[in-house]
C-alpha cells in the first residue's frame, strides 16, 4: 500500500480514538470542565502534560533547528525542559492547594483586586491565542505533506476535531485524548530515531549512539572542512545563550495552559510527583531531539556535498523533497556538484528563500527546510509506508493536543475569570458550563481562522508568548506564595512593568518583521535578543514589585493566612470543594 | 498547626527548594553554559563535556531533581504531619 493509503488509516483510527475518548469523557459541571473533576491520576497528568506541552514545533521542527544551530540549540533543550523543575519546586504543590480553576482566580484572589484578575485574564488570552495560532496552522501543514489535501481543509478538519472533544469534554475530555496523543507522537518520534541510530551509529538507542560513537567527532571534522564553526561549539554571545535559556524555562514555568494541568490531580503530593513524570515523558523526545539533530546534520551533507546532481535526484527521498520545495539546489560555480556551505543558498523574499534567485554571496548550493530533518528521517533509514504514516498521525497528534489545551485556557479565562469572576457573579452552574463550552466555539473558530490566514509573523511572535509569560505571570505567583507581605500595589506595578518592558522591547527588536522596516529599531540590548529579552522583564517585574510593596501597606490579615495556608499540603481535597 | 511548627516545616521546605535549586542551575547555567568552552576540553564518549551538560546531562538531571523533590518532602510532610 502507498504512504498516502497508510496515512489516511493510521490518521483516521487516531482521531476517531480521540473522538470516542471525548465523548467518553463527557462532563456536566464545571468542576470537570475546567480541572477534570481533580482525578486525573499523576502519571495520567504528566502523560497529558507532556503532550499539552510539546507542539507540532517541537515534533516537526525543534531537532531541524538544533541541526542548523548546533550547539546553540542548546537554549530550546534545557530552556523547555528546566522549567518544569521551577514548576514543580516553585509554583504546582501551591497552586494545587490552593485549588481553584484558573491562573487568574490565583492571581486575583491573592491580591484581592480585580485589576490584577483582568490584567492577567488578558495577557492568558493574549499568550495562547499567540500560541494557538501556530498550532492550527501545523495541523494544516501536516495534513498538506501527507494527505495532500490543501492546508485549509487540513485546519478545519483539524479544528473539527478538537473543537467536539474539548467543547463536550472540557478538560476531562483533553486530558485524556493527550494521554492517547502522548502515545502516538512518542511513537511516531522515537521509531525513525532508533532506526536512524542504528544505521548511522550501530546503536539502536539514539541517546547512545549520540554520545558513545565517533559521528560528532567525525561531524566536527566535515563541518570544519566545509568552513562551518565546529557543531558543538557555540556562535552566538553568552549573555544571549544564558538570557535566552532562562527566558524560555521561567516562561514555560509561567504558561497558563501548562499550570492549570497541575489544578487536576488529586492533592498536593500527586502536583509534585506529576510534574517529574511529565518532564520524564518530556524528556524522552527531548534527549532523542539532539540526537537525531546531529544525525540528520552529517546525514545530510554526506549524501549531497560534492554529488552530482543527477546522482543525489536519484535517491528518493531526495526527489521527493525537492518536489516539495522543502529541499532545493542551485549551481552557482557551474561545475555540476554540490557544494555545502556557510551562509544561504537562495537570495530572501519576504522572509522565505526566492528560489529564482541564487545568493552570490555565499558559495552554498544547497536550500532545506529545518522540517524535512523529522520528516525524511524514516525514508532516509528506509522504512516501511506505514512508518511515514505513523510520523504524520504523531505529527497531528502533536498539534492538536497543544491546541486543545491553550483553547480551553482562552475559553476560561472569558468563561470564569471575567463573566462569572468578574461580570455576572450570581450565574449558576448551568450558564457557566454553557459559556464555557460556547467561548471554546468561539475560540476554535477564530483560531481556524487564523490557521487558514497565517499573520506573517506568526513564529517570530512565539518569542512574545515566553516572553510575556516569563515577565508577568511567573514573578507574581512566586511571590504570592514565598512572599507573604507582597501585596496587590507591587503586583500590579510588577505584572505591568515587566509586560510593557518587554513588550516595548520585542516591538522594537522584531520591527522589521512586524512593521516591514528594512532592519530592526534596535537589534538587541547589551547583546541579548528578543528571545531573551523575557528574562529582564522578569528581574524588572521582581525588583518592582519587591520596592512598590515594601512602600505600601501590608495585604489584608485574611490573605496573610491564605498564604500561610497554601503552604501546608494538608487540606487541598477539601479545598477542591470549590464555590 | 502551631506558628513554630509551620514556620519549621516552611524552612525544611526552602532549604530543600534551594538546595536542588542550586543543582539546577549548576548543571544547565554553569556546567552547560558559562563553563561550557572550558569542559569542552573533555571528552564524555564523543561528545565534548560542555555541549554533553547543554544537550544532555541537564535535562537528565532536570528529571531527577523533581522525583528527589517529590520524594523528599513526602518524608517532611510525613515528619509534620502535614500529610494527606
Known amino acids: 500500500m502507498s504512504v498516502e493509503t497508510w496515512t489516511y488509516i493510521i490518521v483516521s483510527i487516531t482521531f476517531a480514538v480521540y473522538i470516542y475518548i471525548g465523548y467518553w469523557a463527557r462532563v456536566r459541571d464545571t468542576q470537570g470542565f475546567y480541572v477534570a473533576g481533580r482525578g486525573v491520576h499523576p502519571i495520567a497528568n504528566g502523560a497529558a502534560t507532556a503532550a499539552d506541552w510539546m507542539s507540532a514545533a517541537s515534533f516537526i521542527s525543534m531537532a531541524g533547528l538544533i541541526s542548523t544551530l548546533g550547539y546553540d540549540g542548546a537554549v530550546y533543550l534545557m530552556g523547555w525542559t528546566g522549567g518544569y523543575v521551577l514548576l514543580a519546586l516553585l509554583l504546582a504543590p501551591y497552586l494545587r492547594k490552593f485549588g481553584k480553576y484558573t491562573v487568574p482566580d490565583f492571581v486575583g484572589d491573592r491580591y484581592y483586586s480585580q485589576t490584577a484578575r483582568l490584567i492577567a485574564a488578558i495577557a492568558a488570552i493574549f499568550i495562547s491565542f499567540v500560541y494557538v495560532a501556530g498550532q492550527v496552522r501545523g495541523v494544516g501543514i501536516v495534513f498538506s505533506r501527507f494527505v495532500g489535501v490543501d492546508i485549509a481543509t487540513g485546519v478545519i478538519i483539524g479544528v473539527a476535531v478538537v473543537g467536539f472533544f474539548a467543547i463536550i469534554g472540557g478538560m476531562k475530555g483533553v486530558t485524556y485524548t493527550q494521554v492517547a496523543q502522548y502515545v502516538v507522537l512518542i511513537i511516531a518520534y522515537a521509531i525513525p530515531a532508533f532506526a536512524i541510530s542504528s544505521v548511522l551509529t550501530g546503536n539502536p538507542i539514539p541517546q547512545m549512539g549520540f554520545t558513545f560513537s565517533d559521528l560528532m567527532p ?218 464555557g463550552r460556547v467561548m471554546i466555539g468561539v475560540a476554535v473558530v477564530i483560531a481556524a481562522y487564523f490557521g487558514v490566514n497565517p499573520p506573517g509573523f506568526v513564529a517570530q511572535v512565539v518569542a512574545f508568548a515566553f516572553g510575556l509569560a516569563a515577565s508577568s505571570f511567573f514573578p507574581i505567583i512566586v511571590l504570592g506564595i514565598f512572599d507573604k507581605r507582597m501585596n496587590s500595589q507591587g503586583a500590579i506595578a510588577g505584572m505591568l512593568t515587566g509586560l510593557i518592558f518587554t513588550t516595548v522591547m520585542i516591538l522594537l527588536m522584531k520591527s522589521d518583521v512586524l512593521f516591514g522596516q528594512a532592519a530592526p529599531a534596535l537589534p538587541n540590548w547589551f547583546g541579548i535578543s528578543a528571545e531573551g529579552i523575557g528574562t529582564v522583564g522578569m528581574v524588572l517585574n521582581f525588583v518592582v514589585a519587591w520596592v512598590v510593596s515594601r512602600a505600601t501597606a501590608a495585604p489584608p490579615e485574611t490573605v496573610q493566612h491564605m498564604v500561610e495556608d497554601l503552604r501546608i499540603p494538608r487540606g487541598a481535597g477539601a479545598a477542591s470543594a470549590h464555590d | 498547626m502551631d506558628k513554630s511548627k509551620a514556620a519549621a516545616y516552611w524552612k525544611a521546605n526552602l532549604n530543600l527548594i534551594v538546595s536542588l535549586l542550586a543543582i539546577w542551575a549548576l548543571v544547565s547555567y554553569v556546567f552547560g553554559i558559562l563553563l561550557a568552552p572550558a569542559l569542552n576540553g573533555i571528552r564524555l564518549g564523543g561528545l565534548p563535556l560542555g555541549f554533553w551538560f547543554a544537550q544532555q546531562g541537564s535535562i537528565y538531571v532536570f528529571v531527577i531533581l523533581i522525583f528527589v523533590y517529590a520524594a523528599r518532602m513526602q518524608r517532611v510532610d510525613e515528619q509534620f504531619n502535614v500529610h494527606e
Open chain 1, 218 to 435: 567525525k561531524l566536527n571534522q566535515i563541518h570544519q572542512d566545509l568552513g562551518f564553526a565546529a557543531y558543538t561549539a557555540s556562535t552566538k554571545p553568552m549573555i544571549d545563550v544564558f538570557c535566552i535559556t532562562m527566558a524560555l524555562m521561567v516562561g514555560t514555568a509561567g504558561l497558563p495552559h501548562i499550570i492549570v494541568r497541575f489544578y487536576t490531580v488529586p492533592n498536593v503530593k500527586d502536583a509534585r510527583i506529576s510534574a517529574g513524570w511529565a518532564l520524564l515523558f518530556i524528556a524522552l523526545l527531548y534527549t532523542t531531539a539532539p540526537a537525531l539533530a546531529s544525525f540528520a546534520r552529517y546525514n545530510l551533507i554526506q549524501t549531497l556535498n560534492g554529488k552530482s546532481l543527477e546522482e543525489v535526484r536519484a535517491i528518493p527521498w531526495v526527489a521527493k523533497w525537492e518536489k516539495t520545495r522543502l529541499l532545493q539546489f542551485t549551481d552557482k560555480d557551474g561545475d555540476g556538484r554540490i557544494t555545502f556551505a556557510p551562509g544561504r543558498a537562495f537570495n530572501l523574499k519576504s522572509g522565505r528563500p526566492d528560489f529564482t534567485s541564487p545568493n552570490p554571496a555565499s558559495r552554498n548550493e544547497v536550500y532545506f527546510d529545518n522540517d524535512i530533518i523529522v520528516l525524511s528521517t524514516p525514508e532516509v533509514a528506509g522504512l516501511a509506508p506505514w512508518i511515514i504514516a505513523l510520523v504524520a498521525a504523531g505529527g497531528l497528534a502533536a498539534a492538536m493536543s497543544t491546541a486543545s489545551g491553550l483553547l480551553l485556557v482562552v475559553s476560561s479565562s472569558v468563561a470564569h475569570d471575567i463573566y462569572y469572576r468578574l461580570i455576572n457573579p450570581g450565574a449558576s452552574e448551568a450558564q457557566r458550563l454553557l459559556v
